[in-house]
């Protein structure tokens, strides 16, 4: 299994970032207004209607001008993501360029081949 602890330093000069700390990923969606979502049945909820092309995590951001996913409390999502043993990959901020929304939530097993 890949290491993707909070505690392994990021590679500077690598476009994409991967990571299972709460904190950075609450930090990421907090920056781009995203809240937690799923299309996904769960405890709180039915499924969404909408086909989710998510890779079976089942997770899933809401931005503000495009909420097509149930929102979910932060505690249920993360709750989610640590029972599955997913991994939160980003890009990388440019401080030249406007933030990416662009993400993928993958299980950690499958990090390297999906990426």
């Not at 995203?34 to 499924?47: H, I, L, R, Y």
């Not at 097509?68 to 932060?74: G, S």
């Amino acid at each position: 299994m890949p290491d993707v602890s909070p505690r392994k330093q990021a590679d500077p000069d690598a476009p994409l970032v991967s990571t299972r700390d709460h904190q950075v990923i609450w930090k990421w969606a907090r920056a781009r207004e995203a809240e937690p979502a799923t299309g996904s049945e769960s405890p709180s909820g039915p499924a969404s209607s909408l086909k989710v092309a998510d890779g079976g995590s089942a997770l899933r951001f809401n931005f503000p001008s495009l909420s097509r996913f149930r929102q979910i409390k932060w505690s249920e999502w993360f709750e989610h993501f640590d029972q599955h043993g997913l991994v939160f990959v980003y890009d990388k901020d440019d401080p030249t360029r406007q933030p990416s929304n662009r993400y993928r939530i993958v299980r950690a097993e499958d990090l390297n081949r999906d990426l």
